[in-house]
């Protein structure tokens, strides 16, 4: 086993002593119940504890990056939204975010607006699904049906607004495919009145249970340094005390007028990955909260012709409009040559679209730097000397959706 | 004592009514972790889904039934069977009702006079067919299983073991008919302190006994797949699983045959019906079902321990705890009695 990594080898050393000890090597994945889709593991072990951990991914290669280059601008919506399917508005937003910059859109106030209310809204959902699911992965079964509970009436607001469930495909270059519908704001706000009540019960059911304390308290530990040094982002390095939110740092669709924390922590162990996740739901509520009470009437897409379609009644009265809407449909806009990175700040992290035009009505190349991908690294790092069922925990607090790893 | 063949029909019926019992439980959890998990469980086969255990049992049987090439096949074939014969056999020596209150029978089958060591002595040996059909399965997922098992064993036999002496001390018995005659918490108030820390460690070494939440990790699905049952499929996979829902309803019978009154009822219903509280049957599976009610709230509302530190519980905690009581109930015995 020379292929260990040095700390584990000085490990294995010393639990063997006199012994001359045998690691087991075990497949995880790609089919298994803790790896959260396909991320397959290639573990070590040497009775209970992990030795080494190599992940291997590439089960759900969609060749996405690829696909794009053969749509239009305005149609890559329709796979970003696919990757992250647990926070898919954060990915919408990536890409219109980059394109946008692009072309040099100017997106109106209320679509910005709305922009931000829906993915934040959005990152509770994924929250609440990594938190159900990472509970679930300790055994604790009844935590998930709760949390899933407050997701599906994110998951109805959404809905109400874009019409699917999931692959919401609701943000425009240039601003929104249409505007909220009648009865939008009160169900919003009934949601906000009820969800902190619940949080704190979720929050109550495990929080203080030593069993708990336990499992997650000095598990997987994750340092300040090797957070940087693997390029985590996102709560889990916030947990380790990487204060770096591109939020507060690039801010972007007016993130900056908005009043919110992030939360931090220095521990860098899985409880504190959970206890970052938990807080920055309520952070996201109070964005959310924010963001409703400024929602005003007003234009939701960019009034450049060049980029947003007309109105469905101009067709009727205006040659013009005709001829502007038949090229945006049979060939969509033509943003000038040139290249751009955006970041973001995804549920999970840092996710930014890097785009690359060459002035043609296709992009010439997209590369997305997707979280999860970097934060599957930290995996093992987190799990090594570890036992194996801390090793499942770590999967679950570095939170990785293998749709965003494989792209 | 009752002719032979009488034993054997009671036998054969103890195994019928354990196996339905074990089908029923399936449903009884099913849906009452629904209720605690905010949905309603099964209930589209039959009135309240009570065909649903019949509708899986038969699906159980048509699977497709795979042994892994290169396993050792007669444990294999083996191993489901040690574990369900001595799940059943376990629930012989409990006593259900008073002498010769079935219709002039005996509601028990085996009257022994060491009826608890018995108890205790199949219980364990049950773990033999979990520790060998991980091993004989050939797979390693199989084989981590096995291995928390047998972990698992060594951690709350101790503490199981210990629990019982403050019975053992005050029944002066190892008859689990004369110790639920008794009945343990009469004899004198001050032992009740040792009764209830020995009930307690008691409960606690019943759920590691039958890898009930939190000590589930034989078969830590997150981990291991399906542990020591992952290779297993059709029937031989069902007759695991029928050992560990019987091994369920074994532990509550025990749990409740030494600290809980076992099959007599509280007296205070002899004021309503005389006699009610020596009805056979009814108090003892009255009783298993609210004890069985108790393992399915632990499964909705805790999380599973670590290996390691189910170990430093079973060790540390659990055999202090138990040690303590029979201690305890033991000075009571020698200084106050």
Redesign the interface.
Known sequence: MSDLPHGAQVLHEERSGDFSTKLMRINVGPVHPATHGVLRLVVDLDGETVMGVAPRIGYLHTGFEKTMENRTWQQVVTYTNRMDYAHALGHDLAYVLAAEKLLDARVPERAQRIRVLLTELNRIASHLLGLGTGLLDMGALTPFFYTMRERDKILDILEMVSGVRMNYGYFRVGGLSRDLPEGFEEKVQAFIDEFPARLEEYLAMFADNPIWVNRVRGAGVVTRDTALEVGLTGPSARASGVNYDVRKAAPYSGYEDYDFEVPMAEEGDAEQRFAVRAREMEQSLRIVQQALVRLEPGPIKDPDRRISLPERHELETSMEAVIFHFKLVTEGFHPPMGEVYVPTESARGELGYYLVSDGGSMPYRVKVRTPSLVNVQAIEPASIGGTFADMVVNIATMDPVMGDVDK | MDPLWVIFLKAFVMSVLLLGGFAYLTWYQRRL?GR????LGPNRTGPFGLLQPIADAIKMIFKQDVTPTRADKFVFILAPGISVVFALVTFGAIPAGPANSFFGLDPWILDLDIGLLYVLATTSIGVYGIFLGGWAANS??SL?GS??SSAQIISYELGLGLSVLSVIMIAGTLNLREIVELNVWSVSPWLWPGLIVALFAFWISATAEVSN??F?LPE????L?AGYITEYSSLKFALFFMAEYVGMINASAIIATLFLGGYKGPAFFDLLIPGMSEWPFIWLILKIVLLLGVFIWL???????????LMRFGWVWLFEIALGAALLTGAVIAFVL
Not at chain 2, 220 to 223: F, K, P
């Open positions: 972790l605690f998990q905010h949905r390693k997922y981590l291995l928390r939440v939190p589930d830590a699905e997150q981990e797949v499964q909705a509302s805790l999380m599973r321990m670590r290996y390691d530190q």
